[in-house]
């Protein structure tokens, strides 16, 4: 937290656990070094970013690729490299590299693209991060282009210039001042011989099992031949038993990536472009705000939606100037989604990871605070795993935020794509696949999520395993996947295609404007006034810098009540003589009583008045006929020059004494 000059917020005033802002970019870096260096690696290699000075309105995460690239260039590791990352933003129709915050505040879309210079002196990307921004749909409507697929494409074009400027830099440093490129011991899976004879042994089993559509049953069958290919397989490599199971592994993405490129078929006998069975449902558990189940194949999420006061929003205390965050995405991936035992407890990386994919994907078609003063946790529980769990909870987040009540801008729907590559006929064929598996994801190049609405793309992720993939491939992968998008929606937009009725379990909050200057008088001395509103009505009440307050309670009847007692506060209208009030007693004094007629108006209803009350008789002490929180119906009788109410009771015949 140096430095930004600041000092964490923590209990013990230093750096603890990494932020969530700082394991995403952790992530973003990690994303395009791990696949550039020479496989069979064995050595552990840890890179270490330290921010040591920042200008707040700046971004340090781009920098941190390029340093670390440079650190591993210069430490004479066998790394693939140099690589580069930058970030673009498309403002005022044009893209600008390096935005600081405040642009970024005004863009359409912002993108952070990583990659390297391949062969041919192209820039190949390994690595994209982007979304749509809170002001994307107001600078659409204001005449900004929209950030459809031809447009995002556009933008990976416009970063790899400065991805090759910056991969240069680094190399030219590299050649003055890096280490020569050491050598490592490298530790191959298996060696030739051994997957010769895996090879032989379960080729044509194999071949059979991996057509089976189902998972499980597809699992269970490729089990067996694994263990009868070890079986029949390891007498004859004594001493290297465990190069089978890894040259089986081989054989298998061997088996399915030549299914894909030579018959155009996958392993589940779906073709390219087809998406499994969808299903989606809506208020599915009782009792919360906001529920659904969204299903593709055997992909099953459950979103959950909670709402509540806007004081509950998620501080933050990290690098970057956003200090607050109003809506909040937590993602759970419990092993038994998969099908398997596990720790549960703390998210690791990757549920970070896929939370934030999905809380951006959602952001840009969020109503404003103004428009929903709510805080809004959204919770995906993957109950089922095969493939694109984080885009599934895109899916169930937007069905369960429709179901909560929340006034979407427009339903959002997400799809995984992957990519098969390999030389055919001498020339580098590239097969898009939408809507992959599990075992696709892990035999595959690449992983490349994208969410959006009808109209646009909202969030992207791509994540490859090659050295690069080309800008043209991608922006292929980008139009095949808004075809699977729509479709995703209209299943949706079956289940519901709006926002429903708020839950009778969730707070309704309004809001009231009172002068900065009467803050205090609502507040009261050590929140006296404040909290006898909230002990009065059952409200809660979050007042803003502003002069902004709003008030939450499960029935209307009890935030319209505290709104009413804020108003007579801050925004009064002076009492008139004659106005009735059910008072209540907060006083006793040896002269009469003091009521409150609401907070901060008191009156006093004197002993002679009470008399009155009890049929004309003498009192001796007033805590024989009354006591403190007793209620009265009471009429002002008279307003002094000071603005001192004295009070005259309501008798039971609907008649008052006078004041005296």
């Known amino acids: 937290m140096y430095a930004v000059g600041r000092i964490p917020g923590s209990f013990f005033r230093r750096e ?14 990690d994303r395009p070094l791990r696949p550039s260096f020479v496989k069979g690696l064995r050595n552990e290699v840890q890179i270490v970013v330290t921010v040591m000075a920042l200008d707040p309105d700046h971004m340090y995460d781009v920098i941190a690729i390029n340093a670390a690239s440079m650190s591993t260039q210069l430490a004479g590791l066998p790394f693939s490299g140099p690589i580069g990352g930058v970030r673009v933003a498309l403002i005022d129709g044009q893209w600008v590299a390096f935005p600081n915050h405040s642009q970024v505040a005004n863009a359409v879309f912002d993108m952070v693209v990583a990659g390297r210079i391949s062969d041919d002196g192209d820039v190949a990307i390994m690595m994209v991060e982007a979304e749509a921004t809170t002001q994307t749909i107001e600078l659409i409507k204001s005449g900004a282009p929209t950030p459809n697929e031809e447009v995002v494409a556009q933008g990976l074009d416009a970063a790899k210039p400065f991805i090759k ?16 490129t050491a ?5 191959l899976d298996y060696q030739d011989d051994v997957y010769a004879a895996v090879e032989k042994a ?24 694994s263990a009868s290919t070890k079986e029949s397989v390891s ?32 392993m589940d006998g779906r073709g390219l472009r087809d998406i499994r069975a969808l299903s989606a449902e809506v208020e599915v558990i009782p009792r919360v705000h906001g529920s659904a189940i969204f299903e593709r194949g055997e992909t099953q999420i459950l979103g959950i939606t909670t709402l509540n006061m806007l004081k509950m929003e998620q501080q933050l205390d990290t690098l970057n100037p956003e200090n607050h965050k109003r809506y909040m995405h937590n993602y759970n991936f419990p092993p038994y989604s998969t099908g398997e035992t596990g720790r549960v407890g703390t998210p690791k990386r990757r549920e970070i990871g896929h939370g934030a994919l999905a809380e951006r994907a959602l952001i840009p078609v969020l109503p404003t605070r103004e428009e929903f003063p709510y805080a809004i946790r959204q919770v995906s529980e993957a109950l089922g795993s095969n493939g694109s769990t984080s885009m599934g909870s895109v899916c169930a987040s937007t069905l369960a935020l429709y179901n909560a009540g929340v006034p979407l801008r427009a339903p959002v729907a997400g799809i995984a794509m992957g990519l098969i590559s390999d030389t055919v006929d001498g020339k580098v064929e590239y097969v898009a696949l939408t809507d992959i598996l599990g075992a696709e994801d892990a035999f595959g190049d690449m992983d ?6 009808k109209d646009f793309v909202t969030a992207l992720q791509l994540d490859t395993k090659l050295d690069g993939i080309p800008a043209s491939v991608l922006a292929g992968a980008l139009l095949q996947a808004k075809e699977a998008r729509l479709a995703i929606l209209d299943v949706m937009n079956e289940a519901i295609d709006g926002p429903d009725e708020m839950s009778p379990f969730a707070p309704r909050i309004i809001s009231v404007k009172i002068p900065v200057d009467q803050i205090g008088a609502v507040i009261g001395p050590k929140g006296k006034i404040i909290n006898q509103i909230q002990d009065e009505t059952g409200a809660d009440i979050s007042i803003e810098d502003d002069g902004t307050i709003y008030i939450g309670a499960v029935d209307g009847p009890s935030a319209e009540a505290a709104r009413a007692q804020i108003n007579a506060i801050a925004n009064p209208q002076m009492p008139e003589v004659g106005e009735r009030y059910l008072g209540t007693v907060v006083k006793l004094a040896a002269f009469g009583a003091f009521i409150s007629l609401m907070p901060g108006k008191d009156g006093l209803l004197h002993v002679s008045q009470i008399r009155k009350m009890h049929g004309g008789k003498r009192i001796e002490n007033l805590e024989e006929v009354m006591k403190v929180g007793d209620k009265i119906q009471v009429e002002i009788g008279e307003i002094d020059p000071k603005g001192k109410l004295s009070l005259v009771p309501v008798l039971e015949d609907g008649t008052t004494g006078s004041a005296e």
């Open 16 to 29: 603890g656990r990494p932020s969530e802002d700082a394991i995403l970019t952790c992530r973003l870096i």
């Open 165 to 180: 400027i910056l991969c240069d830099a680094q190399a030219k440093l590299a050649k003055v001042a890096a280490k020569p």
């Open 183 to 187: 050598e490592f011991p490298v530790f």
């Open 202 to 225: 379960a080729s044509t089993d194999l071949a059979k099992a991996l057509t089976v559509s189902g998972k499980q049953e597809r699992e269970s069958a490729i089990d067996a031949i």
């Open 235 to 266: 007498a004859a490599f004594e001493g290297r038993e465990k190069e089978v199971p890894a040259a089986f592994r081989s054989l298998t993405k061997k088996l399915v990536r030549q299914r894909v490129l030579r018959d155009k078929i996958r």
């Open 448 to 453: 490349f999520k994208v969410a959006g609405t």
